[in-house]
């Protein structure tokens, strides 16, 4: 790596002079240079408050229910309690790709709504919420149930959403669920992760002994993973190439009945760790199901993923991955081969949400690009832990970094690559540095499995060398016209 930790630690503390001496001291938890044999690199303060004055590319709670967790439930209408914004900013913004007919039996594309006004707020709004579920019962007959996505004004007036989701699921005979993931809760989306956890325990779980199902020894299911741009269904190819048999997908492409059957699988096998360890934690200390994370973004780790998912099983699994891995090995070599020549040694600098700081390493590094700064938008202290050792030595590691903080890190650390949200992409660009949206891969996709390794490798390339980057200047280095004149004149 071309920088020391004196280098990097000296970065830090440039930025951090510009903060009042309070601010500096508290953004001062948040930013490390990375270390993997010291344990204070594994101290940085994370899920903490945003410091309020400093921008942060943060969501809120009802993001992290209804836009992550609940929202691509496909068969279930799931009801924005509130006012409008919320509900249609929430509304496949996240590309959750799914089979079926929309409007009939799949619904997760359209944005329902209570649609609250001045005097819902005065009144109430349980008998709108009340009204809406009859409304879309009668237009949607085919709706297997329901979640009720609280937004702010529900927590300030006091809905009794309870009361109305207990009535409805009496009257109509369908799971109705209450979700209290109002957006001022905690200090991000990660709190409504853990809430729509609970409420899937309390509403859909505590029924799976109900439910008959004819199960087998290789029965899993896939938690944490949202299909976006198609990445479940190629999470889906690659283990069920083992011979595995997934019956369940949390939530991309999934379905209440599937929710219902996970408790009865031999293996959860788990994606996004920070939105779903909560329940699989729960079905493990309930139901006795195992659980495992897994990986499958570039070859590296899907290899060692596809081994230690096989681990868990009889040694019919063990060999056949071994033959599925001989197999994959000559087509992800095939993309190596071509694109790691035009990617070689090129610096990538990271900040999403909860998973891709540390999972996507790994594919960059099988293309031969090399990760200088990484950071989470929302991680807990344990995904930090599990991060350090992923990273360099002397990397930037930054913890819900505000935009003041990562428009230096970049005029600093000189990437080649920016991966990060929409909030930021425009800005980047218009600085001039190549950018991949890694939340919702730029309307890509997949970039989980063996063809979506193809697919990464391909936007990578696309996007870093394309020739645009060497003809934009940011507009605030652009001469004015007076240089210009002088210019000309010299």
Same mark, same amino acid.
């Given at each position: ?22 601010? /500096? ?22 899920? /903490? ?20 967790? %609940? ?22 913004? /996240? ?15 359209? +944005? ?44 300030? @007036? ?38 729509? +956890? ?29 299909? @976006?741009?198609?990445?479940? %269904? ?46 699989? /934690? ?8 195992? %659980? ?12 060692? #993923? ?80 599990? $991060? ?29 690559? @920016?991966? #990060? ?33 193809? @697919? ?9 060398? +394309? ?8 507009? %605030?280095?652009?001469? $004015? ?10």
């Amino acid at each position: 790596m071309s920088m020391n930790k004196q280098d990097t630690q000296a970065i830090i503390d440039e930025i951090l002079e510009v903060y009042p001496e309070v601010a /500096r001291e508290d953004r001062k938890k948040h930013l490390m240079v990375n270390d993997p044999e010291s344990e204070s690199s594994k101290c940085i303060t994370s899920n /903490r408050k945003s410091l309020p004055g400093v921008m942060t590319v943060r969501g809120c709670s009802y993001a992290g229910s209804k836009g992550v967790v %609940w929202g691509p439930v496909k068969d279930m209408v799931h009801i924005s309690h509130g006012p409008v914004g919320c509900g249609q900013y929430s509304r496949a913004g /996240r590309r959750n790709y799914y089979t079926g007919t929309t409007g009939v039996d799949t619904f997760g594309t359209i +944005n329902f709504t209570t649609d609250f006004q001045e005097r819902d707020i005065v009144f109430g709004g349980d008998k709108k919420l009340a009204s809406a579920i009859d409304e879309v019962e009668a237009l949607f007959p085919l709706v297997k149930g329901y979640s009720i996505q609280s937004e702010c004004p529900v927590g300030l @007036i006091g809905d009794d959403i309870e009361a109305v989701a207990k009535a409805k699921t009496e009257e109509l005979g369908k799971t109705v669920v209450p979700v209290r993931c109002e957006g001022f809760r905690g200090v991000s989306q990660s709190l409504g992760h853990h809430i729509a +956890n609970d409420t899937i325990r309390d509403h859909v779980l505590s029924k799976s002994d109900q439910v008959e199902f004819e199960t087998t020894d290789y029965d899993v299911a896939i938690i944490g993973d949202y299909n @976006i741009g198609g990445d479940a %269904w190629s999470s889906r190819i690659i283990l069920e190439d083992m011979g595995l048999r997934v019956v369940a997908q949390w939530s991309g492409d999934g379905t209440l009945s599937e929710m219902e059957n996970t408790p009865k699988v031999k293996l959860n096998l788990v994606h996004c760790y920070r939105s779903m360890n909560y329940i699989v /934690r729960y079905m493990e200390e309930k139901h006795g199901v195992p %659980w495992v994370e897994y990986n499958l973004f570039g070859p590296t780790k899907i290899e060692e #993923s596809m081994r230690k998912i096989a681990a868990m099983f009889d040694e019919t699994i063990q060999a056949k991955t071994e033959e599925v891995i001989a197999r994959y090995k000559a087509e992800w070599q095939a993309v190596v081969d071509k694109y790691r020549p035009r990617l070689e040694g090129k610096k990538v600098m990271l900040y999403v949400g909860g998973l891709r700081p540390r999972h996507i390493i790994g594919a960059y590094e099988d293309l031969g690009m090399e990760i200088v700064g990484a950071g989470y938008e929302f991680a807990h202290n344990d995904d930090y832990v599990k $991060t350090v050792p992923e990273l360099n030595d002397a990397t930037l590691l930054f913890d819900d970094a505000s935009e003041f903080e990562l428009e230096e890190f970049v005029k600093k650390l000189n990437p080649d690559l @920016i991966g #990060s949200g929409v909030k930021e992409k425009y800005v980047f660009q218009k600085m001039g540095f190549p950018f991949r949206q890694m939340h919702s891969w730029d309307y890509s996709g997949p970039y989980h499995g063996v063809d979506g390794f193809a @697919i990464f490798a391909r936007d990578m390339d696309l996007t870093l060398n +394309n020739p645009c980057w060497n003809k934009m200047q940011p507009p %605030w280095l652009k001469p $004015t016209e007076k240089e210009t004149e002088l210019a000309k004149t010299a």
